[in-house]
T-cell receptor
Framework: KAGVTQTPRYLIKTRGQQVTLSCSPISGHRSVSWYQQTPGQGLQFLFEYFSETQRNKGNFPGRFSGRQFSNSRSEMNVSTLELGDSALYLCASSTATQTLGDTQYFGPGTRLTVL | SQKIEQNSEALNIQEGKTATLTCNYT??????LQWYRQDPGRGPVFLLL?????KEKRKERLKVTFDTTLKQSLFHITASQPADSATYLC???????????FGAGTRLFVKA
């Protein structure tokens, strides 16, 4: 099976712009989670989607949003970019069901740089 | 609030020795605990999962213990090799929450 793919791999934006990142999960995985990773904060949970519904959300401002499509592919959007949004954004898919979480399989990440 | 603590300092060991990494947590009752490996610039890779009713799990040179009373997990790599050099992340998950919480990770260096 193909692994989790993320596009684009690298992105450079300026403050105030918005950005959309894409994630294709492993075939058959219905749960997709997004994380932000920075050297100072480590891996921070953004949100998790299952069957097009957001089931949990981390402590991030409303500028961070996401969605999941019927084919389980997911996108996350960051509006009004700030310098502090520069990070590696990781997507992970899993076989998590309605009631039980499971192992996460991560994509290679999108490296976002905000200038 | 929920908190996971891993050794913030890097761990340096000699090839062939056993590396032991620690994960402590507070204000959480996880249904399971996972360990991941992450290399620079890449996404984490799953290594082992241990459930709350399990005390120990092994996979090749890896061993994980889980003490829900102490709220601690130990991750061991026996006969370590330079290729084991990476950052190792501890993660907690629970039923119903659908939210995995990661520790900051411990950087391991194995010298030849």
């Amino acid at each position: 099976k193909a692994g989790v793919t993320q596009t684009p791999r690298y992105l450079i934006k300026t403050r105030g712009q918005q950005v959309t990142l894409s994630c294709s999960p492993i075939s058959g995985h219905r749960s997709v989670s997004w994380y932000q990773q920075t050297p100072g904060q480590g891996l921070q949970f953004l949100f998790e989607y299952f069957s097009e519904t957001q089931r949990n959300k981390g402590n991030f401002p409303g500028r961070f949003s996401g969605r999941q499509f019927s084919n389980s592919r997911s996108e996350m959007n960051v509006s009004t970019l700030e310098l502090g949004d520069s990070a590696l954004y990781l997507c992970a898919s899993s076989t998590a069901t309605q009631t039980l979480g499971d192992t996460q399989y991560f994509g290679p990440g999108t490296r976002l740089t905000v200038l | 609030s929920q908190k996971i603590e891993q050794n913030s300092e890097a761990l340096n060991i000699q090839e062939g020795k056993t590396a032991t990494l620690t994960c402590n947590y507070t204000n959480y009752s996880p249904a399971y605990l996972q360990w991941y490996r992450q290399d620079p610039g890449r996404g984490p890779v799953f290594l082992l999962l241990i459930r709350e009713n399990e005390k120990e799990k092994r996979k090749e040179r890896l061993k994980v213990t889980f003490d829900t009373t102490l709220k601690q997990s130990l991750f061991h790599i026996t006969a370590s090799q330079p290729a084991d050099s990476a950052t190792y992340l501890c993660a907690l998950g629970g039923t119903g929450g659908f939210k995995t919480i990661f520790g900051a990770g411990t950087r391991l260096f194995v010298k030849a």
